[in-house]
């Protein structure tokens, strides 16, 4: 069983930072691109941001560009989101995936980490 797991969320003022994590399982996903996904109560899950393998391709929804940042540090099999300016608008359960392509993370997913930006 492919297990992500996301680590970092918790509640926040509306202005505030947080980072989130995931971390994958080491060697197996090296290659494979990952994305963020969230899901807030009542919505469908959207896509927030994603990176390919090598980590030289970022890309983000309209709605977090300028605030939210992908990163990977392939030495610690992490790949990170760094949540700058959060409103309430935010809050949702965060999700990472993986694919083998951009164009096909999905295949695997991790079980999530809470957000929540109190206004």
């Known amino acids: 069983q492919v297990m992500l797991a996301e680590s970092g969320g918790g509640l926040v003022q509306a202005g505030e930072s947080l980072r989130l994590s995931c971390v994958y399982p080491?060697?197996?996903?090296?290659?494979?691109?990952v994305g963020w996904f969230r899901q807030a109560p009542g919505n469908e899950r959207e896509f927030v941001a994603a990176?390919?393998?090598?980590?030289?391709?970022?890309y983000y929804a309209d709605s977090v560009k300028g605030r939210f940042t992908i990163s990977r540090e392939s030495a610690k099999n992490t790949v990170f989101l760094q949540m700058n300016s959060l409103n309430a608008e935010d809050t949702a359960v965060y999700y990472c995936?993986?694919?083998?392509?951009?164009?096909?993370?999905?295949?695997?997913w991790g079980q999530g980490t809470q957000v929540t930006v109190s206004s």
């Open positions: 995936a993986a694919g083998h392509a951009v164009a096909t993370i999905g295949s695997y």
């Open positions: 080491e060697h197996s996903f090296e290659s494979y691109a």
């Open positions: 990176i390919d393998w090598s980590g030289g391709s970022t």
